[in-house]
């Protein structure tokens, strides 16, 4: 198998993976390709193909919710953090070697996966949002700048707000999307982002949507606590892969 037909073909098994997962748990697209497209690729280049599968896939939480003017009113001090400090990070994405960017990445992986399997559900009193939303926004956009992926902390705050199902679901699609856009635009300011990557994140678009219709079949079949569970450890073996490679490579 010649270099680019292997390399398509990574590209469509990843997205297809990461597709099912969104599918079943509504989330995790970016992150798993970013974790799968690090064995491969530089950080740099896994970032740029996440940009249209991801703005599509999120499309849709965003304009299925019950009320999108509502969320952007509450969350707007969340984005704002998030937008500037994502655009201002992603200059660590673009200058620091690939190996250290991996390593980074890995360490998010880990922490996420452990958190969000053993950590306690917490609530964020209403009066602490004004000044802890901004806080937060900006540290998951320095650590999404700096990895490509946006979970921490920024997933388990939104998880503590209080919000319903389906407005919780609209919020995930809302910051998924700002930092998607944020990334993109830092790595266009810093001279990381072309045309060409553009092209190939597009061709994305059709694994990525085929893993979520394949996801969304099986999350009526499967306990939705052990895929969950499987997520998760494959998030942690990944990111400990991530983690030890420069150290043995």
């Known amino acids: 198998m010649n270099d680019s037909l292997y390399f398509y073909f990574l590209l469509v098994v990843v997205f297809v993976l990461a597709g099912?997962?969104?599918?079943?748990?509504g989330m995790g697209l970016p992150t798993?390709?970013?974790?799968?497209?690090?064995?491969a690729l530089s950080p740099?280049?896994?970032?740029?193909?996440?940009?249209?599968?991801?703005l599509v896939?999120?499309?849709?939480?965003?304009?299925?919710?019950?009320?999108?003017?509502?969320?952007?009113?509450?969350?707007?001090?969340?984005m704002l953090g998030v937008v500037v400090a994502t655009v201002a990070g992603a200059a660590l994405l673009v200058r620091v070697q690939a190996r250290w960017s991996g390593l980074a990445?890995?360490?998010?992986?880990?922490?996420?996966?452990?958190?969000?399997?053993f950590a306690p559900a917490f609530r964020v009193p209403a009066r602490k949002e004004r000044w802890l939303s901004p806080l937060v926004?900006?540290?998951?956009g320095v650590v999404t700048g700096a990895t490509g992926v946006f979970v921490m902390?920024?997933?388990p705050y939104l998880q503590s707000l209080g919000l319903d199902r389906d407005e919780l679901v609209q919020a995930l699609g809302l910051a998924f999307t700002v930092?998607?856009?944020s990334l993109t635009t830092g790595l266009l300011v810093h001279g990381a982002f072309g045309v060409q990557q553009l092209g190939l994140s597009a061709l994305a678009i059709v694994p990525a949507l085929a893993g979520m219709w394949l996801g969304q079949k099986i999350r009526g079949r499967i306990s939705a606590r052990a895929f969950r569970l499987c997520f998760l450890g494959f998030l942690l073996l990944l990111g400990i892969e991530l983690v030890v490679r420069p150290w043995i490579g």
């Open 44 to 54: 740099v280049a896994a970032a740029s193909m996440l940009f249209v599968p991801t």
């Open 105 to 117: 990445l890995g360490v998010a992986l880990i922490v996420y996966a452990v958190y969000s399997a």
């Open 20 to 25: 099912v997962v969104k599918g079943v748990t």
């Open 137 to 140: 926004g900006a540290v998951s």
């Open 32 to 39: 798993v390709a970013m974790g799968l497209l690090g064995s």
């Open 153 to 155: 902390p920024a997933v």
């Open 179 to 181: 930092s998607t856009i």
């Open 57 to 78: 896939t999120n499309a849709w939480q965003i304009l299925a919710g019950p009320s999108i003017g509502r969320i952007v009113r509450r969350l707007w001090p969340m």
